[in-house]
């Protein structure tokens, strides 16, 4: 099995102390479309995309399937809303029994608290429009899974940034 783990995208600051309502700036939006070439390069192709239900992550999740060019819709995940742990993560996939690759779509520290608790490292940084990659030989378990790639969204555009 393998999962995806993407961090959304920049997003614009919070208004009126109101954190989940935050979206995607265009800027946000432009370097997730500019990473398309490369999450195809390393072949980004989930069977089902899990999106954390705030608008960021949602539009991020859009933006990817996109991007990749799958004919998916994100099915909005509201045990992914910021605070998920790995524990959330995988009763959300027990939903999906038949997918071989999944993409989680959202939030920090959750998504590399997970791939770090997963893949058995000591500390993983997903930047905003990060994406990770591991692989199990069986079910995911804690500890099971191997890093098959980590993307810095530097690596998106030519000049690195």
């Not at 939006?29 to 949602?58: G, T």
């Not at 490292?121 to 990060?130: E, H, K, N, P």
Request: charged share 25%; glycine share 10%.
């Amino acid at each position: 099995m393998i999962l995806y783990f993407l961090r959304h995208g920049k997003a614009a600051p919070a208004r009126d102390g109101n954190d989940a309502a935050r979206e995607l700036t265009s800027e946000g939006e432009e370097q997730l479309r500019s990473a398309a070439p490369l999450w195809r390069r390393v072949n980004l192709r989930p069977d089902v995309v899990l999106s954390s239900p705030l608008p960021r992550a949602v539009r991020t999740a859009e933006l990817a399937c996109e991007a990749i060019g799958v004919n998916l819709r994100p099915l909005i995940e509201p045990s992914l809303a910021p605070g998920a742990g790995w524990d959330q993560m995988a009763r959300a996939l027990t939903r999906h029994t038949d997918a071989r690759r999944v993409l989680f779509v959202g939030h920090e520290p959750d998504l590399s608290t997970a791939v770090a608790e997963l893949s058995g490292a000591s500390s993983v940084r997903l930047r905003t429009g990060g994406v990770a990659c591991l692989e199990f030989y069986g079910v995911p378990e804690p500890g099971s899974g191997e890093i098959a790639w980590l993307l810095d969204p530097d690596l998106y555009t030519e000049d690195g940034g």
